[in-house]
């Protein structure tokens, strides 16, 4: 069971990674094609902008997302520094508890509210449903959950690069 633990974490870690590539140059791409239509045709793409912006939130949500893989986020630590060594995988523990429960409860507010967007048929850009561009936002918040609470239960990460 550990052993195909670790393959998904893999193969998410690779979808992950993928994903945040796509989603950059996409991004880089659709800017640059914007600013030389408008400097040069007088025009512009008119589904890019919102496009972009889209993409920037997916970005932070991937990078938040393999920082946590790496841990290499951004951590409030400070009962970690003072804690004696005997207790630091208990501290440690504690951390990723508490970690883990605010991003399941974000996952779940999130996921409330892009089925909101789907029940209102929020438009994202030309007709296409802005639900399906923030079904990202609660997976994100899901797999930063599932990372802390696999360093909770196995003392450390699962998957390494």
């Given at each position: 069971?550990?052993?195909?633990?670790?393959?998904?974490?893999?193969?998410?870690?690779?979808?992950?990674?993928?994903?945040?590539?796509?989603?950059?140059?996409?991004?880089?791409?659709?800017?640059?094609?914007?600013?030389?239509?408008?400097?040069?045709?007088?025009?512009?793409?008119?589904?890019?902008?919102?496009?972009?912006?889209?993409?920037?939130?997916?970005?932070?949500?991937?990078?938040?997302?393999?920082?946590?893989?790496?841990?290499?986020?951004?951590?409030?630590?400070?009962?970690?520094?003072?804690a004696p060594t005997s207790l630091q995988s208990l501290?440690?523990?504690?951390?990723?508890?508490?970690?883990?429960?605010?991003?399941?409860?974000?996952?779940?507010?999130?996921?409330?509210?892009?089925?909101?967007?789907?029940?209102?048929?929020?438009?994202?850009?030309?007709?296409?449903?802005?639900?399906?561009?923030?079904?990202?936002?609660?997976?994100?918040?899901?797999?930063?959950?599932?990372?802390?609470?696999?360093?909770?239960?196995?003392?450390?990460?699962?998957?390494?690069?």
């Amino acid at each position: 069971m550990m052993r195909f633990i670790r393959r998904l974490g893999i193969l998410w870690n690779g979808i992950e990674d993928v994903m945040l590539v796509v989603s950059l140059s996409s991004m880089m791409l659709l800017s640059v094609i914007q600013i030389l239509m408008r400097n040069f045709m007088e025009t512009s793409l008119v589904w890019a902008d919102p496009l972009i912006r889209i993409l920037v939130l997916w970005i932070a949500l991937l990078g938040a997302m393999i920082g946590t893989r790496k841990n290499q986020h951004i951590a409030i630590d400070l009962l970690s520094h003072y804690a004696p060594t005997s207790l630091q995988s208990l501290v440690a523990r504690f951390i990723a508890l508490i970690a883990s429960i605010i991003a399941f409860v974000m996952a779940y507010f999130s996921w409330r509210f892009v089925m909101s967007e789907k029940e209102y048929e929020t438009v994202a850009f030309l007709s296409v449903h802005a639900w399906l561009f923030q079904l990202l936002i609660p997976v994100a918040f899901a797999s930063i959950a599932l990372r802390f609470v696999s360093e909770l239960v196995f003392g450390g990460r699962v998957t390494e690069e």
